[in-house]
């Protein structure tokens, strides 16, 4: 099904896509969300907007997606099942479509004891995969998830999920990235990569499953300041894999910063040459600015146009 989304007409036309991420910030003011959109938007086709990321108080991801949109970059809204109902992510994702929104991340959200509010309670109404399920059927069905008919205006969104090829049992990681396809993802967006031999080996059973060829993967890549970031996602981040021979190349390394780049914009190269991969997915924490060259040193510039 066809949608307004840019970020869709780019893949389905073949193009080799790149998306960033910005993180709202914890108070109430828009002026770093729209600096990083302003410093991005001719360097990626659009950027996720992160929703309460590590289960963390921060501006919501719908309201950071307006301003995002007010200056030039298509958003990406993800919706986590965490905090939420059905009624309530309903209600949110009709609002953010009325105010512009045309890409959707389905997520179930990391828990709640990993955040500024430990004692809340989590909701997990729905799960991930239900909620990729409902919103495909919303719009292509015209169906509230009780099923009752939309009458006029359904939202029609590019229906995104996530996938963590490293976590244990590798072999499920495939079968789950199935479930979500089968469910209605039209685009993927992985954790990000530091061991390629193994993103390799998963898109290889991600191809022998035909995967590739009903849905949109774009890989994931984090640029690293200091061996000592990472270090902490090797020993502290579950699902996160980070050969030893990146640690030493970064505590070896004259300038950590401007190694953490080179080794970004080698992985993005490395990784265009993986068959069934689509596009990248940038995740700069807290580094927004070092986005526009890691694009144009990785041969990903100028971004392709459409209509």
Partial sequence: MKTESKLQKLLDSGH??????????????????RHHAHMLKDYVDATNITDCQTA?????SIASAVHILDCGLEPI??????????IAIQSDLLGAYSLGVRNLLCLSGDHQKFGNEPSAKNVYDIDSIQLIYLMRRMRDEKLFFSGEPIKEHEPRFFIGAVANPFADPFE???ARLEKKVEAG??????QCIFDMERFERFMEMVRERGIH???????????LKSWRAAKYLQTSVSGMIVPDDVVERLKK???????G?????????????????????IMAIAWEEVVPEIVERSGLFPRPKVE
């Fill in 172 to 174: 499920f990681r495939v």
């Fill in 213 to 223: 060829e009903r849905v949109h993967i774009l890989a994931g890549v984090t640029p």
């Fill in 185 to 190: 993802a039209e685009f993927i967006q992985t």
């Fill in 16 to 33: 080799f896509a790149v998306t960033a991420e910005i993180g709202p910030p914890k108070h109430a003011s828009a002026h770093g969300i």
């Fill in 253 to 259: 390394a004259e300038d950590p910063k401007r190694e």
């Fill in 56 to 60: 963390i108080v921060r501006l919501s």
């Fill in 261 to 281: 780049i080179e080794i970004c914009i080698e992985q993005i190269k490395h990784i265009r040459n993986i068959p069934g991969v689509h596009g990248v997915h």
């Fill in 77 to 86: 809204v993800q919706m986590t099942c965490r905090d939420r109902n059905r």
